[in-house]
């Protein structure tokens, strides 16, 4: 059950990040998945600047997916130019 609540929570971080930088020019699909990647990609950020997030929680998963699905959208927006 712990993978699909990451894969949802990857979703809708995708989906957050896309309205919160709004969209980059990508579609929704890849919007959801760069915030499934984005998901691990935030909690390796996390964990080396040293920020702590509560991981149990749905909202402390989704705090650090959506951080991390946004310097995602950042970065691959750079290479799409």
Do not use: C
Request: proline fraction near 0%; glycine fraction near 20%.
């Amino acid at each position: 059950m712990g993978f699909l609540w990451y894969i949802i929570i990857g979703i809708v971080a995708g989906f957050a990040a896309g309205k919160i930088m709004r969209g980059g020019g990508f579609g929704l699909v890849v919007n959801l998945v760069l915030g499934i990647i984005g998901g691990v990609l935030g909690g390796w950020l996390f964990s080396i600047l040293g920020i702590g997030v509560n991981d149990n929680s749905i909202i402390g998963s989704l705090i650090t997916s959506t951080a991390g699905a946004i310097v995602l959208l950042w970065a691959v927006s750079l290479f799409k130019k």
